[in-house]
């Protein structure tokens, strides 16, 4: 299992990055089409999730396209 630094690229204009959470399996990190990796560790994930999906985001308008609010 790898780190997030390791698996996550710097994200340019243009790039499509997705993340996809399991509960209880993990996460699964692609960019432009390509699967970077499989993350298992909740402590990890769960955060990076909040970052851009919890209710304190420092970008709201952002979480609502996101969670198409």
């Given at each position: 299992?790898?780190?997030?630094?390791?698996?996550?690229?710097?994200?340019?204009?243009?790039?499509?990055?997705?993340?996809?959470?399991?509960?209880?399996?993990?996460?699964?990190?692609?960019?432009?089409?390509?699967?970077l990796?499989?993350?298992?560790?909740?402590?990890?994930?769960?955060?990076?999730?909040?970052?851009?999906?919890?209710?304190?985001?420092?970008?709201p308008?952002?979480?609502?396209?996101?969670?198409?609010?």
């Amino acid at each position: 299992e790898r780190n997030l630094r390791c698996i996550y690229p710097d994200i340019r204009d243009g790039d499509a990055s997705t993340a996809t959470y399991i509960p209880g399996e993990g996460s699964l990190f692609c960019h432009n089409d390509n699967k970077l990796g499989w993350m298992k560790d909740e402590e990890l994930i769960l955060p990076f999730f909040e970052i851009w999906l919890g209710d304190h985001t420092s970008e709201p308008a952002l979480r609502e396209k996101l969670l198409n609010l």
